[in-house]
């Protein structure tokens, strides 16, 4: 079983940066993917980025394009988002994931609040 935590979420202001981080804990085999998803009251979760289990390959939303920063440190089975130039629209509960060919792992998520 896998375990997710994300931390580095909090309030900032407009135009500032924040590193999310995601550790996992646990034994698990075949991940396929590692991805960052948000959410809104009243909205679905959305992807913001993804990148493969070997690294070789990274997606974005495109309301994050030039933003924002995925990366992974296997050895310490961490992955990364590094936010830049946050908006207000940016404010959301930030979700990391991990999934295989049949199973999809969440952390608990870390509130991101950006004021103007």
């Known amino acids: 079983q896998l375990s997710l935590v994300e931390s580095g979420g909090g309030l900032v202001q407009a135009g500032d940066s924040l590193r999310l981080t995601c550790a996992a804990s646990?034994?698990?085999?075949?991940?396929?993917?590692l991805g960052w998803f948000r959410q809104v009251p009243g909205k679905a979760r959305e992807l913001i980025s993804a990148?493969?289990?070997?690294?070789?390959?990274?997606h974005y939303a495109d309301s994050v394009k030039g933003r924002f920063s995925i990366s992974r440190d296997s050895a310490k089975r961490t992955v990364y988002l590094q936010m830049s130039s946050l908006k207000p629209e940016d404010t959301a509960v930030y979700y990391c994931?991990?999934?295989?060919?049949?199973?999809?792992?969440w952390g608990q998520g870390t509130q991101v609040t950006v004021s103007s």
């Open positions: 994931n991990h999934r295989t060919a049949t199973l999809t792992y």
């Open positions: 646990g034994r698990i085999k075949s991940i396929i993917s």
């Open positions: 990148i493969t289990w070997r690294g070789d390959e990274t």
